[in-house]
């Protein structure tokens, strides 16, 4: 309910009350708004006031939108590791996702250079592949920032392999960007084989599993991508 933007344009009292509710979510869902005046030391007029900053007409609007918020909280399920973990093989492998790694694999022998990016948990797992990559014999690297000045002898003859959930992130595709301009070969790991990640990827290996966030966290299973970057990493290896 309450953006960067909106936060930042609160004064003093406005900050207190959304202090207050942030706390007490729950009880000022049914509060009337004397009650809510009362508890905060404000006044009604601020009480509106507020409102309109977070785009609700009055108070009534606010506490439905509250409510609503509330429920979307109490109501997020997670899946168990094995419900995701069918689900990826019962998507993904009938599909040509061996031919898409066999693919891969064949690139990435004939590059001079691997580059991984990703960010957030994407990048955490873009280490991790840079990392079991080297182990198995085929130096990689990790680059986290867009900006990372990237020399000739690296550029030449490269493959980036790009991770997103989502395939939107738009620090990824600045990344991707930069690597495309110096001639980079890319090879993206996304749950969207139609996002723009995959969009602008030599090469894309999409793995289908339901998008699953916690709060506003995406917790979305991260274990189909181990899976792809292990099975690539094995093949380079043979």
Same mark, same amino acid.
């Given at each position: 309910?309450?953006?960067?933007?909106?936060?930042?344009?609160?004064?003093?009292?406005?900050?207190? *009350?959304?202090?207050?509710?942030?706390?007490?979510?729950?009880?000022?869902? +049914?509060?009337? =708004?004397?009650?809510?005046?009362?508890?905060?030391?404000?006044?009604?007029?601020?009480?509106?006031?507020?409102?309109?900053?977070?785009?609700?007409?009055?108070?009534?609007?606010?506490?439905?939108?509250?409510?609503?918020?509330?429920?979307?909280? @109490?109501?997020?399920?997670?899946?168990?590791?094995?419900?995701? %973990?069918?689900?990826?093989?019962?998507?993904?492998?009938?599909?040509? %996702?061996?031919?898409?790694?066999?693919? &891969?694999?064949?690139? $990435?022998?004939?590059?001079?250079?691997?580059?991984?990016?990703?960010?957030?948990?994407?990048? %955490?797992?873009?280490?991790?592949?840079?990392? +079991?990559?080297?182990?198995?014999?085929?130096?990689?690297?990790?680059?986290?920032?867009?900006?990372?000045?990237?020399?000739?002898?690296?550029?030449?003859?490269?493959?980036? $392999? &790009?991770?997103? !959930?989502?395939?939107?992130?738009?620090?990824?595709?600045?990344?991707?960007?930069? *690597?495309?301009?110096?001639?980079?070969? %890319?090879?993206? #790991?996304?749950?969207?084989?139609?996002?723009?990640?995959?969009?602008?990827?030599? #090469?894309?290996?999409? +793995?289908?599993?339901?998008?699953?966030?916690?709060?506003?966290?995406?917790? @979305?299973?991260?274990?189909?991508? !181990?899976? =792809?970057?292990?099975?690539?990493?094995?093949?380079?290896?043979?």
């Amino acid at each position: 309910m309450f953006t960067a933007e909106m936060i930042a344009s609160f004064n003093d009292l406005e900050t207190s *009350l959304y202090n207050y509710i942030s706390q007490n979510s729950e009880k000022v869902a +049914y509060m009337r =708004i004397r009650e809510l005046a009362d508890e905060t030391h404000v006044s009604t007029a601020t009480i509106l006031r507020f409102c309109r900053k977070i785009n609700c007409e009055g108070f009534s609007e606010f506490k439905v939108k509250l409510k609503m918020e509330n429920e979307r909280k @109490t109501k997020t399920t997670i899946k168990t590791p094995q419900q995701s %973990i069918t689900e990826f093989f019962e998507r993904t492998l009938e599909g040509d %996702i061996e031919d898409k790694m066999n693919q &891969a694999a064949k690139t $990435i022998t004939e590059a001079d250079t691997v580059i991984f990016i990703g960010t957030g948990s994407s990048g %955490i797992l873009a280490e991790y592949g840079a990392r +079991y990559f080297s182990s198995m014999g085929k130096f990689s690297i990790y680059i986290k920032d867009p900006h990372f000045p990237i020399h000739a002898k690296f550029r030449n003859n490269s493959v980036t $392999i &790009a991770l997103s !959930v989502s395939g939107e992130t738009p620090f990824t595709l600045a990344q991707m960007n930069q *690597l495309k301009k110096v001639n980079s070969t %890319i090879i993206s #790991i996304t749950n969207d084989k139609h996002s723009t990640v995959a969009k602008i990827s030599t #090469i894309n290996i999409p +793995y289908y599993v339901t998008v699953e966030h916690c709060e506003n966290a995406n917790v @979305t299973t991260q274990v189909p991508v !181990v899976y =792809i970057l292990e099975s690539i990493a094995r093949k380079l290896h043979q």
